[in-house]
């Protein structure tokens, strides 16, 4: 499924997990593409078939521009460099390496997912050229066709997250740091915003800051990954910042806690967050909402027992 959201801009479901779950974004301007995240190597038909129905070639294709280097958004990476050779990958300088050999972030993976369900959703993952990458500075700027590109350090998530800005649209393409929006759970076009606290960088303080540097811009539109655009993103970041809290609170009052058995009482308690904000903004039934919050809830909980670890470390 592919969509236009204006400006030259297209969202592209990548069919990771279900539909209207996992999405990359593709901008065309005279001639030129840039693709905003990646997907896996399963997305790439997808992709693919995007750029022909723009009548367009994979080798229009000059940027390629990963969030972060998490698997739904960057694990096709290498397979989409292959077919774009005139593609330079843009990425986070803290993301570069893990590109340029991805060895240790499948296995890393791999660890957190187990071998075959990192096999049936991410496949494999492929080096790209250094000479083909270039890490990118905060607000560092490219032109494609006639617009201006614009890169932003957005640490909190992950702590080599960047967004990216269209200067043209005034579009934010914001990965997972304007947090999740499934389209299942917005009601009367309102959606509902809450945190991604994904091992193994979690930090909110700094996920704060991020909001206060991407907002700035004053974005027209917000598009994230995980699903859509989402238009006057103002009206919600209190949303996202009060999903932050609400995780690091629970993760806070976890810490008092011995350490056995906390990440099935941080699971209990995010399910209990997540699944009552959801039936009570969408009026789905609490197991349809768990259905659709399940990777979520526990990818969420191993987030915030790796986060007080690290703490745990820090105060030895």
Not at 69 to 83: K, P, R, S
Request: include cysteine.
């Amino acid at each position: 499924m592919t969509e236009a959201i204006g400006h030259g801009s297209h969202l592209i479901d990548t069919g990771l997990y279900r539909p209207h779950h996992t999405a990359c974004y593709l901008i065309e301007d005279q001639g030129e593409l840039a693709l905003i995240d990646t997907g896996t190597q399963y997305s790439l038909p997808a992709i693919l078939n995007t750029i022909a129905e723009l009548s367009a070639t994979p080798q229009q294709v000059r940027y390629i521009i990963p969030t972060h280097v998490h698997l739904d958004h960057a694990g096709g990476t290498g397979q989409l460099m292959q077919q774009c050779p005139n593609a330079t990958l843009l990425v986070h300088p803290r993301g570069q390496p893990h590109l340029i050999d991805p060895s240790k972030l499948q296995a890393g993976a791999t660890a957190v997912y187990g071998e075959p369900v990192f096999q049936r959703n991410f496949g494999t993952l492929l080096p790209v050229p250094e000479q083909r990458t270039q890490g990118v500075g905060d607000l560092e700027c490219f032109d494609l066709g006639g617009r201006r590109l614009q890169f932003l350090h957005t640490p909190g998530h992950a702590n080599h997250h960047g967004c990216l800005f269209d200067q043209q649209s005034t579009y934010l393409f914001t990965g997972d740091t304007f947090g999740l929006a499934y389209r299942e759970l917005a009601r009367n076009g309102i959606p509902l915003l809450f945190a991604t606290t994904t091992p193994v960088a979690f930090d909110p303080t700094a996920w704060m800051n991020s909001l206060d540097h991407m907002l700035a811009l004053d974005p027209a539109a917000c598009c994230v990954t995980h699903f859509g655009k989402i238009d006057a993103p103002r009206r919600y970041a209190d949303q996202l910042r009060a999903s932050l809290g609400a995780h690091e609170a629970i993760a806070l009052e976890e810490e008092a806690l011995e350490p056995e058995g906390r990440e099935a009482r941080l699971a209990q308690a995010i399910d209990r967050l997540l699944v009552s904000a959801g039936t009570a903004h969408s009026g789905l039934a609490d197991h349809r909402v768990r259905e659709l919050l399940a990777i979520d809830i526990d990818l969420n909980a191993r987030g915030l027992a790796v986060w007080l670890a690290r703490r745990a470390k820090r105060t030895d």
